[in-house]
């Protein structure tokens, strides 16, 4: 009788560093980056709706968010000197942010929480040789206990959202989105196992969207008039070094939430 174990290594198709044909790669890849583009995109459109925000930054910040992300996910798989791990990591917005990004915007505009988000990366650097010695302090439980934590003052904003619907859709509409949104993703994540388990929250999102529609919250007349390639031309939020209250307020409330949402107390790296 085989082990698990046996069973597990008899399913590896492909060693780590063995390449699979060509269209196997495309279309795991083509998977990867569906997977990766909602959490992206939705973290940067929780956080500027929050903030009220006008639909230009969003569009700028959704653009900003992915480019990184797909910079960053370039450097970690091809490694460029001590850059990068050599394999495939996909880097995304992490929804610990979600509290003190809203709180920056709220306090001093977009310019400072682009400041908050570069100064605050400099901590990453300098401790990116020391993070043997970070994961003594934050550990798993600690570090897990900080994300719940986080979740939790998140909530608000997120109930927000409930109320944010046009006049006369009823009000039934926000509540019934939400749970269709979150019943089918918990339904999809509890039930399968697997990789089916990975597509959860774009599932819950399309069936949130379905209910959304029947409500006639759902306007497709922007999406139809975008372009299909293209860069947004205004919204570039600037940079505001001033440093006054608001920044150094903020700032040790953000590092401490990249320490620990950006790889503190866990076995490996992720996005930011």
């Not at 819950?204 to 409500?215: E, H, K, L, N």
């Not at 001033?242 to 320490?259: Q, S």
Request: proline share 7%; aromatic share 10%.
């Amino acid at each position: 009788m085989s082990s698990p174990s046996n069973h597990a290594v008899g399913t590896v198709r492909y060693e780590p560093d063995e390449k699979p044909p060509w269209p196997l790669a495309a279309g795991l890849a083509l998977q990867y980056t569906i997977l990766a583009l909602g959490g992206v995109v939705l973290t940067v459109a929780i956080v500027l709706r929050s903030a009220e925000r006008s639909a230009e930054y969003l569009a700028w910040g959704a653009f900003g968010a992915l480019l990184v992300c797909g910079i960053a996910t370039i450097v970690q798989v091809r490694r460029f000197g001590r850059l990068g791990s050599g394999y495939v990591l996909i880097m995304g917005t992490s929804g610990a942010f979600i509290a003190v990004s809203v709180a920056a915007l709220q306090q001093g505009g977009p310019a400072l929480l682009a400041s908050l988000v570069i100064v605050s990366s400099v901590f990453q650097f300098l401790l990116a040789g020391r993070l043997s010695l970070l994961r003594r302090v934050l550990t798993p439980t600690v570090a897990g206990t900080v994300i719940m934590l986080i979740a939790v003052n998140v909530m608000p904003f997120l109930f927000d959202f409930m109320d944010n619907v046009p006049e006369g859709s009823g009000a039934a509409a926000g509540p019934v989105t939400v749970l269709a949104t979150l019943g089918v993703t918990l339904a999809v994540m509890l039930r399968f196992t697997g990789p089916v388990r990975l597509w959860g929250p774009l599932i819950g999102i399309v069936a949130g969207c379905i209910a959304a529609s029947f409500f006639g919250l759902i306007d497709m007349g922007p999406v139809g008039a975008a372009a299909w390639v293209g860069v947004p031309t205004a919204g570039a939020p600037g940079l505001g070094f001033d440093f006054g209250p608001a920044f150094w307020a903020i700032l040790p409330a953000y590092t401490f939430v990249t320490l620990v949402g950006g790889g503190g107390g866990r076995g490996g790296p992720r996005g930011g």
